[in-house]
């Protein structure tokens, strides 16, 4: 199982979600941003490395809210958010095709990929769950 992080980063009420790039695994789709855990890597230093590779911005990891274990087409991982706060910098997309800040009530409006829409459903009570689905680990 690949073990994989998530940035939920807020900012004056929003909430900030990135687009995946055309290519990649879930082009199109929308998640927090994060990445997978290297080898010797701690998740805070994942998100820490990943956000200033992908987006150009410090951060500094928080609060672990949740866990996902997600399955598809032999894939398995394991996606652990944090509360994470921005430190530095300007989001830029270096990874992604787009990125918005957008209000917590309206995150079930994006096509996010399954673990993150979990993600969403668990930390932002307000955001609707898809029929049958449960919510992430705390």
Do not use: N, Y
């Not at 918005?100 to 096509?111: A, I, K, S």
């Not at 829409?117 to 689905?133: K, S």
């Amino acid at each position: 199982m690949i073990k994989v992080t998530a940035a939920v980063i807020e900012r004056g009420g929003k909430v900030l979600i990135a687009r995946r790039k055309k290519g990649d695994r879930f082009e199109g789709r929308w998640e927090f941003p994060g990445g997978k855990i290297e080898a010797e890597e701690s998740s805070q230093e994942c998100l820490r490395r990943e956000l200033r590779e992908e987006m150009g911005v410090e951060v500094e990891a928080g609060e672990f809210l949740c866990s996902v274990p997600f399955e598809t087409s032999g894939l398995s991982i394991e996606l652990m958010a944090f509360r994470t706060r921005l430190l530095a910098g300007e989001v830029r997309c270096h990874d992604h095709d787009e990125v918005r800040w957008v209000e917590p009530g309206h995150l079930g409006d994006f096509d996010l990929t399954e673990p993150d829409r979990l993600v969403a459903a668990t930390v932002f009570p307000r955001v609707r769950r898809a029929e049958g689905t449960k919510g992430c680990v705390s």
